[in-house]
C-alpha cells in the first residue's frame, strides 16, 4: 500500500524543472514579440551576415512569429507537465523542443563563444584561482609571491606593459556587439537542455512503476559515459590542435 501511494504521488507531483522551462518559453515569446515589433533587431536570416545557424535559412517575416508561438505553446505545455494528463503531448514537444533548441538552431557560435571567452578571460581566472588557492597550501604566502614576481617580470619586460593592458581592455570592451547573438544562439541551447531534461523527468514521473532501463543503472553509465566522453573529446580535438598553427610564422 506504501509503495502504491509513493508511486501515486510520482504520477502528480509536478516535475521541478516545470517553472525553469515556462519561464523560458515565456522569455522566448516576449523576445521574438520584440522581433516581430521591430525586425530591424532580428539577428537570423541576414543576407551577408550569417551567423552560422539554420535560423538563417528562415525568412525574416516568419522567424519572429514562429518563435513566439512557438514560446507560447512551450510554456502551456510545460503548465501540462505539472498534472498528469497530456503525457503524450508534453512528451512529443519536449523531443521536438529539444532536437529544435538544443541540435538544429544553436549551430556553432556558442561554442565559439565560450572557446574564445576562455581564450581572453583564461589567463585572468588562472591567475585568480592560483592565487585563491595558494592560501590554503602550507607555502600559500611563497607561490603568492612566486605568481607577484611573474607579474613583475612581465611587466618590467613588456610582456604584459600598460599598452598591452590597454589593447586588451580595448579587445573586451569591442566584444560586446559580437556576442548579442552567439548569446542568443546559447539561450536556445539552454532551453534545448532545460525541455529534455522536463521530457526525462516526465516520462519517469509515468513510468514509476516500472525498473529502469538497463543502460541507465550505473555500471551501465559508466560504461558508456566513459566511451561519450572519449568520444566528445576526440571530436574537438582536432580543431585545437589546428588553431595550434596560429604559434607559428606561416600567414595561412
Not at 519561464?23 to 516576449?30: E, F, M, V, Y
Not at 521574438?32 to 536570416?45: E, K, N, V
Not at 600559500?140 to 618590467?156: D, K, N, T
Amino acid at each position: 500500500m506504501v509503495l502504491l501511494v509513493n508511486i501515486e504521488e510520482r504520477h502528480i507531483a509536478p516535475p521541478r524543472l516545470v517553472i525553469p522551462v515556462v519561464a523560458w518559453s515565456a522569455l522566448l515569446a516576449a523576445l521574438s514579440a520584440w522581433w516581430w515589433m521591430r525586425p530591424g533587431t532580428y539577428p537570423f536570416a541576414r543576407r551577408g551576415e550569417g551567423s552560422a545557424t539554420l535560423l538563417d535559412l528562415v525568412p525574416i517575416a516568419a522567424g519572429p512569429p514562429l518563435l513566439m508561438a512557438a514560446g507560447a505553446v512551450g510554456a502551456a505545455v510545460a503548465v501540462l507537465a505539472a498534472s498528469r494528463g497530456a503525457t503524450g503531448l508534453v512528451l512529443v514537444v519536449a523531443a521536438a523542443y529539444t532536437v529544435g533548441f538544443g541540435l538544429l538552431a544553436p549551430g556553432l557560435p556558442p561554442l565559439t563563444m565560450i572557446g574564445y571567452l576562455m581564450a581572453v578571460f583564461g589567463p585572468v581566472v588562472l591567475a585568480g584561482t592560483l592565487i585563491a588557492g595558494a592560501w590554503r597550501w602550507r607555502g600559500g604566502p611563497l607561490a603568492v609571491g612566486v605568481i607577484a614576481l611573474i607579474a613583475v617580470l612581465a611587466w618590467v619586460t613588456g610582456l604584459a606593459d600598460r599598452d598591452v593592458l590597454l589593447q586588451y581592455g580595448t579587445m573586451i570592451a569591442g566584444m560586446g556587439p559580437k556576442l548579442v547573438t552567439p548569446l542568443i544562439l546559447t539561450f536556445f541551447l539552454v532551453g534545448g537542455l532545460l525541455w529534455g531534461m522536463l521530457g526525462v523527468a516526465v516520462y519517469r514521473r509515468t513510468h514509476a512503476d516500472r525498473p529502469a532501463p538497463a543502460w541507465t543503472r550505473p555500471e551501465a553509465a559508466a560504461r558508456w559515459g566513459r566511451v561519450a566522453t572519449l568520444v566528445a573529446a576526440a571530436c574537438a580535438l582536432p580543431y585545437g590542435l589546428h588553431r595550434f598553427t596560429w604559434l607559428t610564422q606561416s600567414p595561412r
